[in-house]
């Protein structure tokens, strides 16, 4: 009988390849089980496919792309939402079904820039300060990222997207230098809670270098709460920078943005009411798309479940 | 019978998973009389605390469910009691003392006022007047042998050492009166010594009171010490259940035998080599005896059929084919 | 055989709490433990929770800075003295420590190959194209198969974990390891698997362990010399036989009568008329005198004001109690 089980541990040594992929599709097996038992998260995740679509397609999907550049149509101007323009036209003529789809092309772009730059910052610097916390590198960075949680965050893209060149790159550093702090902070947390643990303890005792611990050992296990929080933040991004050039500091017309589409129909409302609803109801959608894939992601990666 | 306090047939739990049930307790009878002190044996993960659980009703409903069995309190069921019912042998009949007395106590109230609570919502002590009842907790307090009862009344759980947790949770059990106790591994979370103080209090009190004790635990050491009959259980049955004496000079069981050769002794000799293996999957179990695998005398038929249990003497049960 | 591998004297570890009221306070965890671990020996460090025995451990291994006192170890004739919390890559290779819990000892997002690759990388074993090779060699001498190497800490049980962890501490070729309760969260079958283990391995590979624990049964059956230890001091130490044959300080009676045992011959073996009472205290306020007088059922007079100094009994059993007052 025990021999059984010794010949059943070689037969998984020889199929050794075709059981790791077994182990694979098992991992995915059970992820796909814990982000589909909330149906919104299966919601959100349509949403997410389709902003992506819309936002790499917009050329091909728009029906009139020559709309977002400069335009002027004042025969069809104003029309409200009916079949050859489904979300109506603005002031100059131009199709907003159009300007909100390639909107997403630039709240997409957006947000994967800031956060490409912003996470990675923030990570490094929590991870560092978290290892090294109640020393003097952890005091330096932890007060360096309290300054920048201190400023209102609004205020602080507002400053810096007014001081440089009002545009999509200005916007963009200014949502980037806001941002990185609150991944430290997460990192900062997680990093010192996990140096204290016996399997980091044991590293360094075998003689580990640091940035083997900081990279290896510490950071693969805040991975988790990093890509929940990154799948959440897209949407708040979008959020920010749509305020941002509603006060006129992102993309600079002709180029549309959901911001500038809702501040340039403000002054319609009521009675073109569909140039402002329809890029507010766009917002409000990849939002919330972002929203519950975010909350998915977090259940999927969640161990206690 | 007249004499049996609880009484478990044929009592099934699976949990359920991403993977299909997990066949946790599996068919296991066990019987409580009354004024008797019952051990329930087994390593951690074979059912032994999900048993208890189901007794009180205080699973996740959400996980597990129960297929099959019923769990008789004085030839009631109380799987099938309605809600009202159920609180009622809660507060009368039944409590239970857990493993981690940090986690049972609320650290935001005095242990005093915590007390206070079990006594205001009791059936027996409710029209009580206040000073009546704070001498009630006193009393209770001075059972379980803490010097100073007003002092610990008024502090709060974080103030006091561990045993003295312990303790209180087993005063917060016992001052109403109580016909069953369940107490799960109540000295594993503590040092050798202050263990031994918990395990000789709890044994003195329960047999003042006359009350029924299951008392669960990992250790065949503390097992031997605290109760008259042992039930020894692997992977959600019962394999074996006697006297306490007679199972310690008679064990049959492949797995009590190997349970018992596990324990390091006293006089030392060294530690025999272990039981081959761990625990099965109890999504997919052993379709036979669920100890097959890791059995040292495993015969054919043990792979394909479960075993039923036989009475070796009076008292003296196991589930094995080589009594059979 | 009999050179001494590790000496500790007067080993002092203490850790500063600032108190409500602004004064400085301190945790003596360890207060003056002295002891030596013969090459081949297993020492057997028994105590409560609380009693400082972790603290040693981590003192030794570096990760705390001892107040006081030196660390000697003796590899191959050359001796390393240390006073401080920084250990050399060569200390570091020689001396390994096992932990109590399995679970957190092993990082959950590894396989065991990168487990058990990091020590052989770090102290260059074997060159970069051998390392699986030796990491199967390893895995046998722990009894698992080749193929557990990709396995995921998170879907092997408690006591594979600790075998894992076992595997890790041999990689480099250590001569002295300290073991952390390694059992003390397993059952006892899984346990019996464990340090059955660990003495094959301790046969074969020669080496020297220090075996942290708290069960005295255990120690019966591993160890070849016994410490025990109250509130940061040792209170009482000898080699196995002798210490278990005439236990002589109170607190170890105390100790003794308090395992539960299973079977009569046991039971007689268990120091008579001796209850057990009251709990360790903080080791914030360590009592007067003797720190063990206010459990103490032999308590005198002079325990409540002096501390015992350690008394020579028989030739290696050392008492620290002023009932043995020569």
């Not at chain 2, 709890?202 to 029924?212: C, G, H, R, T, Y």
């Not at chain 3, 959950?108 to 990388?121: A, G, N």
């Not at chain 3, 205290?281 to 005198?300: A, E, L, Y």
Request: hydrophobic share 40%; net charge positive.
């Amino acid at each position: 009988m025990k021999n059984n089980i010794s010949a059943n541990e070689n037969t998984a040594d020889i199929k050794k390849k075709s059981f790791l992929s077994d182990n694979t599709r098992e991992k995915l097996r059970i992820y796909w089980y814990k982000f589909s038992r909330n149906k919104f998260s299966i919601l959100g995740l349509c949403i997410v496919l389709i902003s992506i679509f819309l936002a790499v397609f917009a050329p091909v999907i728009a029906p009139y792309p020559q709309h977002v550049k400069e335009f002027v149509d004042y025969d069809k101007a104003g029309l409200p939402p009916c079949a050859s323009y489904i979300f109506g036209t603005d002031v100059f003529g131009r199709d907003i079904f159009t300007r909100v789809i390639f909107s997403f092309r630039g709240a997409l772009l957006m947000s994967v820039i800031v956060l490409a730059i912003a996470v990675p910052v923030g990570v490094l610097l929590g991870l560092i300060a978290g290892y090294y916390s109640g020393t003097w590198i952890d005091v330096i960075i932890m007060r360096i990222t309290d300054v920048f949680l201190a400023l209102p965050p609004m205020i602080l893209a507002l400053a810096i997207a007014a001081v440089l060149k009002p545009n999509l790159t200005s916007s963009m550093i200014a949502v980037t230098v806001m941002w990185w702090p609150w991944y430290t902070r997460l990192v900062y947390g997680m990093a010192t809670s996990l140096s204290k643990e016996y399997f980091v303890k044991n590293a360094e005792l075998i003689g580990a270098s640091k940035p083997y611990i900081l990279f290896h050992e510490i950071l693969p296990n805040c991975l988790s709460p990093i890509f929940t929080k990154m799948a959440l933040d897209v949407g708040w991004v979008i959020l920010i920078g749509a305020a941002l050039s509603f006060v006129g500091l992102g993309e600079q017309p002709p180029t549309p943005a959901f911001g500038q589409m809702i501040s340039d129909g403000a002054r319609y409302m009521p009675d073109l009411w569909w140039m402002t609803i329809f890029p507010a109801l766009a917002i409000a959608f990849i939002i919330l798309g972002f929203n519950f894939f975010g909350d998915g992601i977090r259940d999927m990666l969640d161990r206690g479940r | 019978m007249e004499n049996t306090l609880l009484d478990i047939k044929n009592l099934k739990v699976w949990y359920r998973t991403y993977k299909g049930y997990a066949k946790v307790v599996d068919g296991i009878n066990l019987f409580v009389n009354k004024g008797e002190k019952v051990g329930l044996v087994g390593e951690s993960g074979c059912g032994k605390t999900t048993t208890m659980k189901t007794v009180l009703r205080v699973l996740d409903s959400k996980v597990a469910t129960v297929p099959e069995g019923e769990i008789l309190f004085k030839n009631r069921d109380i799987l099938k009691m309605k809600y009202n019912e159920l609180q009622q042998v809660r507060k009368q009949s039944i409590s239970m003392i857990s493993q981690e007395p940090t986690a049972a106590l609320n650290p935001v109230f005095t242990v005093g006022s915590q007390i206070m609570d079990i006594i205001r919502y009791s059936e027996q002590y409710k029209d009580y007047s206040k000073s009546e009842m704070l001498s009630l907790a006193v009393k209770t307090i001075k059972d379980v042998l803490i010097p100073d009862p007003e002092r610990i009344l008024n502090s709060y759980p974080h103030q006091l050492s561990g045993g003295m947790k312990q303790r209180i949770c087993i005063a917060m059990a016992l001052v109403t009166p109580r016909e069953l106790l369940i107490a799960d591994e109540p000295g594993t979370a503590l040092d050798v010594t202050v263990q031994d103080q918990i395990h000789k209090l709890l044994k003195a009190l329960v047999e003042e009171k006359k009350m029924s004790l299951i008392m669960i635990t990992h250790s065949l050491g503390v097992a031997r010490e605290l109760s008259d009959r042992i039930y020894v259980m692997y992977a959600g049955n019962i394999v074996e259940v006697a006297q306490t004496k007679e199972l310690f000079k008679n064990p049959l069981h492949p797995y009590t035998l190997g349970l018992m050769e596990c324990v390091p002794r006293l006089y030392g000799g060294g530690i025999s080599e272990g039981i081959y293996g761990y625990i099965p999957d109890y999504i997919n179990p052993p379709a036979g005896c669920r100890f097959y695998p890791r059995c040292p005398s495993a015969m054919e038929i043990c792979e394909k059929e479960k075993p039923p249990t036989v009475s070796v003497s009076e008292d003296h049960k196991v589930a094995c084919f080589k009594y059979h | 055989m009999n050179t001494e591998i590790l000496k500790v004297k007067n080993l002092k570890t203490y850790f500063a709490i600032n108190k409500s009221s602004g004064k400085k306070q301190y945790v003596r965890a360890v207060d003056g433990v002295s002891f030596s671990i013969k090459e081949g020996e297993i020492m057997g460090l028994v105590g409560e929770s609380g009693s400082g025995k972790s603290t040693i451990a981590y003192t030794i291994m570096g990760m705390y800075r001892p107040t006081e006192g030196e660390i000697i170890f003796n590899f191959n004739g050359k001796s390393i003295v240390t006073k401080s919390n920084k250990r050399s890559l060569e200390f570091k290779k020689n001396v390994q420590i096992v932990f109590q819990d399995p679970g957190s000892s092993l990082n959950p997002y590894h396989d065991v190959r990168q487990i058990l690759s990091l020590p052989l990388r770090v102290h260059k074993i074997v060159p970069k194209d051998k390392i699986e090779e030796k990491i199967a060699e390893i895995l046998e001498m722990v009894e698992l198969p080749a193929s557990f190497m990709y396995k995921t800490p998170t879907s092997i049980g408690g006591g594979e974990k600790q075998l894992v962890s076992i595997a890790r501490a041999l990689c480099s070729n250590p001569k002295f390891i300290i073991l952390d309760e390694p059992t003390s969260s397993l059952d006892v079958s899984i346990q019996a698997k464990i340090i059955n283990m660990l003495l094959k391995i301790h046969r074969e590979q020669k080496l020297t362990y220090l075996f942290i624990t708290h069960d005295l049964s255990l120690m019966r059956n591993i160890s070849t010399k016994v410490a025990i230890m109250y509130l940061g001091k040792i209170c009482e130490i000898a080699p196995t036989e002798i210490f278990y044959k005439s236990p002589l300080h109170p607190y170890t009676q105390m100790l003794l009568s308090s395992i539960p045992v299973i079977s009569e011959e046991e039971e007689a073996l268990k120091p008579k008329k001796v209850v057990s009472t009251g709990e360790i205290p903080s080791p914030v306020n360590v009592p007067k005198g003797c720190s063990f007088h206010t459990r103490c059922i032999q308590c005198m007079d002079i325990c409540r004001t002096e501390d015992p100094v350690i008394h020579q009994v028989s030739e290696d059993h050392f008492v620290r109690c002023h009932l043995y007052k020569s």
